[in-house]
Nanobody, 123 residues
Framework: QVHVVEFGGGSVQAGGSLRLSCAMVGYTYSRYCMAWFRQVPGLERQELAT???????TYADSVKGRFIVSKDIVKFTLHLEMSGLKPEDTGMYIC?????????????????WGQGTQVTVSS
C-alpha cells in the first residue's frame, strides 16, 4: 500500500520562503510522477508544480519564477522551494503521486495523496 506524507509548511510573512517535502512509501516501481497541489476552501484544488516520470517539470503561472520543484528519485521524495511568498499562496499544500502523468493534468491524474500541510502567508 502506498502512503504519501508531507513535511514542512507553517506561517511566514509576505516575501518570505518555505520548503516543503513529501515522501512516498510503499511504491515499488522505478518511475513515477509527483506533484504539489494547493487547496483553498471554496476553490478547486490547483496543481502548482509537477515532475513527471521523465523528470520534466511544469508550473502553474501563479508560481513560476518563485517556486522550484525537485525530486529525489532514489528516495521517492519531492521537494518544493517556495520564495517570494504572497498572501494568496496561503492554503493546504497537498502532495500527489502516480506511476505516470504525462499528458494529463489535474487531480484526476493522481492515485496517491497525502493529507496536506498548511502554509499561511501574512501580509
Amino acid at each position: 500500500q502506498v502512503h504519501v506524507v508531507e513535511f514542512g509548511g507553517g506561517s511566514v510573512q509576505a516575501g518570505g520562503s518555505l520548503r516543503l517535502s513529501c515522501a512516498m512509501v510503499g511504491y515499488t516501481y522505478s518511475r513515477y510522477c509527483m506533484a504539489w497541489f494547493r487547496q483553498v476552501p471554496g476553490l478547486e484544488r490547483q496543481e502548482l508544480a509537477t515532475i513527471d516520470q521523465d523528470e520534466r517539470t511544469t508550473y502553474a503561472d501563479s508560481v513560476k519564477g518563485r517556486f522550484i520543484v525537485s525530486k529525489d528519485i532514489v528516495k521517492f521524495t519531492l521537494h518544493l522551494e517556495m520564495s517570494g511568498l504572497k498572501p494568496e499562496d496561503t492554503g493546504m499544500y497537498i502532495c500527489a503521486a502516480d506511476e505516470t502523468c504525462a499528458g494529463c493534468s489535474g487531480p484526476a491524474c493522481f492515485a496517491y495523496w497525502g493529507q496536506g500541510t498548511q502554509v499561511t502567508v501574512s501580509s
